[in-house]
């Protein structure tokens, strides 16, 4: 349910970034606008998706399987005025401090005062929206929690409707075009809370908001959320190292980066947060019930699909990186270097990709038995890492040597997150790994041979006309999943491989 919904909005993202792309190319405008967008959508991973997500849904699976309906509710109220009270004071002062706020993450913009003076403009559009996803997102916690996961998945779908409407009726409405993007990024915000408090109100869960700053379930989830922040949103802080480091960089590396990076979390949103969305409730449930097996078993479950989809998606992305780039974005002001210099960044992303869906598996780990400490401390190595490597690799790879230092530091995370578990015995993997681990990678690499064959070079994928493009890459994705799946059928692999005991 929720990987289904989830593509419907990556699709829709897709044509989103589709049209931004040929309006706007990768340039001055573009880089402008997806480091307003960033900003709030980076803190918006930290606050909502991120550190308040992993700490308030165990806490309240805690309230929902040991509690009355009255304490829930009341739990429920509680949150909500806490989390509404902070958020509206950091939108204030967000607005207020926006100038700072791109000369932190972006300082190499101030060069350019144009550049400079229009991310400033949109960020104070576009910031807002952290009010109104976070809220959207305490909202989606909740019902994922009563099993509803169907409606917050197919929420995003609002943002890019929104953002799509903008870009091809709105631009000339306004004298800098761009700027339709935020006001687009802004009424987005509003839609998506609105769409979710109908489905709140049917579960009785519609909140009152409340303060009360001693309440003992918005203490706890404190406590959790306070480390949480940093831990759980790792790879979004290593991404926005990326784009501050890219800044300084020739223009146009962070729109490099921002398309590479959202084909790279097409399966990572597709499959791994949908992984993790529905696991961390199920643990947590067990945590709660004290039921140690079934959490076990439910974590050996989600790695294994990790791997089965995980591997062959990697290595998809590697092999069509620039088929991918050319049939979505080649078009309008979108160049055959910005293909390109996309498909290296693509690639390099790519590498890590396992490790940012393990990452999203092995915290749900952690977090779902209230341990917010754990994951920090790995974090905190996870980063220092990320920031020699970016250090190290930029001066040889530009860009694209920023995109692999994120990437090994995702695998370094997910490894040291993976010992974590085994060292504190609450994780024990079931028999049979190493063949279904030979299986995959067997099955895999005949995928990308096949790919590897017939991809073709960037020339020949630049002479087709649209038509074609889309036709061949879809052949081509088709042909290398048959292959995959019939690789591991005739090495030996069944459903009941990967079927949750």
């Known amino acids: ?48 998706e991120g550190a308040f997500s992993q700490a308030f849904t165990p806490v309240l699976s805690e309230y929902k399987t040991q509690r009355d309906a009255k304490e829930v509710k009341h739990l429920v109220d509680h949150v909500a005025g806490h989390l509404g009270g902070v958020l509206v004071l950091v939108t204030v002062i967000g607005v207020v401090i926006a100038p700072l706020l791109v000369l932190i993450f972006a300082p190499g913009f101030f060069q350019y005062q144009d550049k400079y003076e229009l991310t400033v403009a949109m960020l104070q559009i576009t910031f807002p929206y952290l009010l109104f996803i976070a809220l959207t997102a305490f909202a989606g916690a909740v019902l994922n929690t009563y099993g509803q996961f169907g409606v917050p998945a197919l929420t995003p779908v609002w943002l890019n409707v929104c953002l799509i409407g903008a870009a091809l009726w709105f631009l000339p409405f306004f004298e800098q075009p761009v700027m339709a993007l935020a006001w687009a990024v802004f009424l987005a915000g509003f839609i998506q809370l609105s769409f979710q408090l109908p489905f709140l109100s049917r579960l009785h869960l519609l909140p009152r908001p409340r303060f009360n700053r001693r309440d003992e379930g918005v203490r706890h989830i404190y406590r959790l959320m306070i480390p949480a922040l940093f831990g759980v949103s790792v790879s979004q802080i290593n991404l926005l190292i990326d784009t501050l480091m890219a800044s300084f960089l020739v223009t146009g590396s962070v729109s490099w ?3 590479s ?25 067990s945590v709660a019930r004290g039921d140690t097996q079934s959490y076990n078993n439910t974590l050996d479950w989600a790695l294994r699909w990790v791997f089965l989809i995980g591997v062959p998606s990697m290595l998809g992305l590697i092999m069509l990186a620039g088929p991918m780039l050319t049939t979505l974005f080649h078009y309008g002001e979108f160049s055959n270097n910005d293909v390109d210099m996309t498909a290296r960044s693509l690639i390099a992303y790519a590498l890590g990709l396992l490790g940012f869906v393990l990452i999203k598996v092995l915290a749900s780990g952690f977090y779902s038995r209230q341990d917010t400490r754990t994951p920090v401390k790995i974090a905190v190595v996870a980063m220092v890492v990320n920031i020699l490597l970016n250090l190290a690799l930029v001066w040889h790879l530009a860009h694209a040597g920023l995109a692999l230092a994120t990437s090994l530091a995702a695998l370094l995370n997910a490894s040291l997150l993976y010992r974590g578990l085994r060292k504190q015995a609450v994780f024990q993997p079931q028999p049979g790994w190493h063949g279904f681990l030979l299986r995959i990678f067997i099955a895999s690499g005949c995928m990308a041979l096949l790919l590897w064959w017939g991809s073709s070079t960037l020339s020949v994928w630049f002479s087709m006309g649209v038509l074609d493009r889309a036709l061949h890459l879809f052949g081509w994705i088709i042909a290398g999943m048959l292959v995959y799946l019939v690789s591991l059928v005739v090495f030996g692999f069944r459903l009941h491989h990967v079927s949750l005991k």
């Not at 399966?267 to 947590?284: E, H, I, N, Q």
């Open 261 to 285: 990076d959202r084909l790279m979390e097409f399966p990572l949103a597709v499959f791994g947060l949908a992984l993790a969305t529905v696991m961390l409730p199920d643990l947590s449930k």
């Open 257 to 259: 980066l921002y398309y």
């Open 1 to 48: 349910m929720v990987g289904g919904m989830t593509l419907i909005s990556r699709i829709l993202g897709f044509i989103r970034d589709v049209v931004i792309a040929h309006a706007f190319g990768a340039g001055t405008n573009t880089d402008a606008f997806f480091v307003a967008f960033k900003i709030p959508n980076f803190m918006r991973r930290l606050f909502a």
